[in-house]
């Protein structure tokens, strides 16, 4: 795991493996049974904020990927509703800019 390897280096990678080492042995121990929230507004903040960013960019998207899973935003049927909802706004939008520009 990417944050072992780091946090023996920056004290901002340590944060963050303090921050979801509850996280993280839930899920070792097969225990994470739906998608959840917390721990992501704290461990962001160093991620995304502090020198992590520029130092490990594979932490950082090692980090965005894991954050997607464990809250469950991949396929399933709120996420592929909130797409076509997005979709269809965009669709209407450029409609409405098409027709106001008389194409």
Do not use: H, W
């Amino acid at each position: 795991m990417l944050l072992n390897k780091y946090r023996s280096e920056s004290k901002e990678a340590e944060a963050v493996y303090k921050i979801l080492e509850p996280l993280l042995n839930k899920i070792k121990a097969n225990q994470l049974k739906e998608p959840v929230e917390d721990s992501f507004r704290s461990s962001g903040y160093y991620i995304y904020e502090t020198p992590i960013a520029e130092l490990y960019p594979d932490l950082r998207e090692a980090y965005s990927t894991f954050c997607i899973d464990v809250k469950g935003m991949r396929e399933g049927p709120i996420n592929t509703k909130i797409r076509e909802t997005i979709r269809l706004a965009l669709e209407a939008a450029r409609a409405k800019r098409d027709a106001e520009q008389g194409k």
